[in-house]
């Protein structure tokens, strides 16, 4: 089944305590990228990433690093959360001619306390 | 401004009826345009693709006008099933997207 995979789906941590969301996709895609929603706000690109090694900043990057050593993989990583970054994260992945046909994965609830 | 706007509703909508909502967009450069559902907290999922001047798909309706920078959203004899909300989205030069804040829709019978 085509899909895209984030873990954990749930997350309370604590301010400072480094975290990795990880993001799957089996469907060969080129084009991935990392979005949180927040109440008002909508959808914010965070990173995204043309293919292995290519990444850029999205719309609201602070706070945030991301990694595309392998394809399939887009982990987004916090290296010190801060209450602010609580949100619903979400990946999603596109081949590169319809790059704005995303796949997302189911999401990720975060809060930092 | 926001790049992309959207009246957040909600709309309350008759079963059976018709509802429209627009989405504006501020970058004239945007080559693409599309609609996502979104159920409560769940992932969004692709509706309809607006690439040209528009799209039908059943019940639904996408148009888009480039001259008024906005694309719309028509539902045709609403159920129950499409409260959702919609999500449009607009992605130009730099492979940057982006999306609006969504308008949520409630069919009530």
């Known amino acids: 089944e085509a899909q895209v995979t984030q873990n954990p789906r749930y997350l309370i941590t604590v301010t400072g305590k480094k975290l990795t969301v990880t993001c799957s996709q089996n469907m060969n895609h080129e084009y991935m990228s990392w979005y949180r929603q927040d109440p008002g706000l909508g959808l914010r690109q965070i990173y995204y990433?043309?293919?292995?090694?290519?990444?850029d900043k999205g719309d609201v990057p602070e706070g945030y690093k991301v990694s595309r050593k392998e394809k399939r993989n887009f982990p987004l990583i916090l290296e010190s959360p801060s209450p602010n970054q609580t949100s619903l994260y979400f990946c999603?992945?596109?081949?590169?001619?319809?790059?704005?046909?995303?796949?997302f994965g189911p999401g990720t609830r975060l809060t930092v306390l | 401004r926001k790049e992309v706007e959207q009246d957040p509703g909600p709309f309350n909508v008759p079963e059976g009826a018709t509802v429209a909502f627009n989405c504006t967009y501020s970058n004239s450069a945007s080559q693409s345009f599309f609609w996502y559902r979104q159920d409560c907290r769940k992932e969004p999922k692709l509706l309809m693709s607006?690439?040209?001047s528009g799209n039908e798909d059943g019940r639904f309706t996408a148009q888009l006008n480039r001259a008024s920078q906005y694309i719309s959203l028509l539902i045709r004899d609403s159920k129950l099933s499409d409260s959702a909300t919609y999500l449009c989205s607009s992605g130009g030069a730099g492979n940057k997207l982006t999306f609006g804040g969504g308008t949520r829709v409630l069919v009530k019978p």
């Open positions: 607006v690439y040209s």
């Open positions: 990433s043309m293919n292995v090694e290519v990444t």
């Open positions: 999603a992945s596109s081949t590169p001619t319809a790059y704005n046909e995303q796949f």
